[in-house]
């Protein structure tokens, strides 16, 4: 009587590995397509919402203030936000005058953060050819717009000042986002903006950014 063969066993580990190898696959997929479709790491947007000069004083075409600037901070990811060596500068006529770090922090996944950041100018220089005098609205300093992309705007029924100065802001947030605890994404938010300044009182007549 004769036994019955068996198949060999190569055979069914072939197989076997054929059919783990294709799930693992298709496990990968799907990661991936969930990855960057729901958990794909984006840029934090600034929005600049106020700028202020609390103090001003010029003397012998020389100035010297205190730089206030009120931004909101969207954290658009399925994660958290955790920032770092981040900075705000002051240019003025292409050269830098005043310079902040922004402490470290986190902001929550889809969360939105006020930042409020306040510190002194060293006096500096005013070029001789300070702007002309322009027609423009009252001041804008509190909650005159200007988003990332927007900016503050000028009223057509205003009034004449004096000689005017422009600066420029430039904040700079670098950090990561860490998505599912394994992938990790450094971001990088960026905005600028440039303030026109009445040199007379120091009164921020409006904003772009």
């Known amino acids: 009587m004769s036994k019955p063969q068996r198949p060999p066993s190569g055979r069914t580990n072939l197989a076997s590995c054929i059919v783990a190898t294709i799930f693992l696959i298709f496990v990968v997929i799907v990661i991936l397509i969930v990855f960057f479709t729901v958990f794909k790491p984006k840029d934090p947007k600034i929005s600049v919402n106020s700028v202020q000069l609390p103090s001003f004083s010029m003397s012998n075409n020389t100035v010297n203030f205190t730089f206030s600037q009120y931004v909101t901070v969207r954290n658009p990811n399925k994660a958290a936000f955790s920032h770092y060596d981040s900075t705000i500068q002051l240019i003025y006529s292409g050269s830098q005058v005043g310079f902040m770090f922004i402490p470290a922090g986190k902001i929550a996944a889809g969360q939105t953060q006020y930042m409020a950041a306040t510190f002194a100018v ?68 960026k905005s600028g903006c440039r303030v026109d300044i009445s040199v007379n009182d120091g009164s921020v007549l409006g904003f772009h950014c």
């Open 122 to 189: 060293q006096s500096f220089p005013i070029s001789t050819a300070v702007g002309a005098s322009a027609v423009v609205g009252p001041p804008v300093t509190a909650g005159g717009g200007g988003g990332f992309g927007g900016g503050g705007g000028w009223p057509s029924n205003g009034f004449r000042v004096g000689p005017t100065m422009q600066i420029e802001s430039r904040m700079d947030m670098a950090g990561r986002v860490r998505v599912l605890h394994f992938f990790t994404h450094h971001v990088n938010a």
